[in-house]
């Protein structure tokens, strides 16, 4: 078992609610071995599991960045909403790659 920043949260997320793995993974449309797995660390989350905790557990904004950036931390990247913003706007992302080179240029 990797205990990590996800499987902590998800863990208290999943004791808090009372609900089993079965009845979660009835509730989320997934196997109940999957979302084991994810609690044991054995597994890594994708957005759509991500995305499904959201709306399930209804969290808001400052819950919602709590969860996605312990899901980048345990697998050491970029949250999944970051890499979203990112991708559909594309100007800020060169905003950074040049903030970045000018930095390197200064040093």
Do not use: C, H
């Not at 089993?20 to 196997?31: F, H, I, K, V």
């Not at 994708?46 to 905790?53: Q, T």
């Amino acid at each position: 078992m990797k205990e990590t920043e996800f499987t902590i949260l998800f863990k208290t997320m999943r004791a808090n609610s009372n609900l089993t793995l079965r009845a979660l993974g009835e509730d989320l449309g997934l196997s109940a071995s999957y979302l084991n797995d994810l609690e044991k660390g054995n597994r890594k989350p994708n957005e759509r599991v991500v995305e499904a905790l959201v709306t399930f557990y209804n969290l808001s904004l400052n819950q919602q960045r709590i969860l996605y950036d312990s899901v980048a931390n345990s697998a050491d990247s970029l949250p999944f909403d970051v890499i979203r913003f990112l991708k559909e706007n594309p100007e800020e992302l060169l905003k950074i790659i040049n903030t970045m080179q000018q930095n390197d240029l200064k040093r």
